[in-house]
């Protein structure tokens, strides 16, 4: 029962470089949602989807993008990573049940 | 401008003492809220939440009290355990917003043996 997996959990990278976060549930879940989290200023919304194909920008949507070709899966690029993008992020989804979020990737823009 | 405000960075409770945290919201469509816990390397998990047509709502050593007049809202935990410590989260959402969730920034709870 493995319910939200983000992967990967740690990553480090250079500024410019470019990478995807991937989160997968398996609950079936028509939402799913990406956060950050930085110190002193709780999540913040990035994107959202309410379903397959379907993609909305969230409060902090600049430098970010996503995208959600299968239901279980929802998909955060970074095309050109800035220090600025160095972060915690978490995927969410939520269903009859709440929100479930996966544990987290933690991301180093150096 | 932060829309949901938990003005207490920190907590530190003795075990077996009430701990009372606080959140405070500005946006009058906000009409559910909700607490999430949070612990080092883990994503926040869900614990209580209530409806703004209540003002109370209550599930075990949790009770959340909800003053919609004044914008505010408060975990209660009672008794305190050391395994409630953590860092908990106050959220917000507003009816038909595809459940996007607005966060306060957090109190971490230490409860003392």
């Known amino acids: 029962n493995a319910g939200v997996t983000q992967t990967p959990k740690f990553r480090v990278l250079k500024t410019g470089q470019s990478m995807t976060l991937l989160c997968a549930q398996d609950?079936?879940?028509?939402?799913m949602y990406w956060y950050r989290q930085d110190p002193g200023m709780g999540l913040r919304l990035i994107h959202y989807s309410v379903g397959e194909g379907t993609t909305a920008k969230g409060e902090v949507p600049d430098g970010y993008n996503v995208s959600r070709l299968k239901k279980q899966n929802f998909l955060l690029g970074l095309e050109s990573a800035a220090p600025s993008q160095t972060s915690v992020y978490f995927c969410?989804?939520?269903?009859?049940?709440?929100?479930?979020f996966g544990d987290g990737t933690r991301l180093s823009i150096l | 401008d932060q829309q949901v405000k938990q003005n207490s960075p920190s907590l530190s409770v003795q075990e077996g003492r009430i701990s009372i945290l606080n959140c405070d919201y500005t946006n009058s469509m906000f009409d559910y809220f909700l607490w999430y816990k949070k612990y080092p390397a883990e994503g926040p998990t869900f614990l209580i939440s209530i409806s703004s047509i209540k003002d109370k709502n209550e599930d075990g050593r949790f009770t959340v009290f909800l003053n919609k007049s004044a914008k505010h809202l408060s975990l209660h935990i009672v008794p305190s355990q050391p395994g409630d410590s953590a860092v908990y989260f106050c959220?917000?959402?507003?009816?038909?917003?595809?459940?996007?969730?607005?966060f306060g920034s957090g109190t971490q709870l230490t409860v003392l043996p």
């Open positions: 969410a989804s939520s269903g009859v049940t709440g929100e479930h």
């Open positions: 959220a917000a959402l507003s009816s038909g917003s595809a459940r996007q969730l607005t």
């Open positions: 609950m079936n879940h028509e939402y």
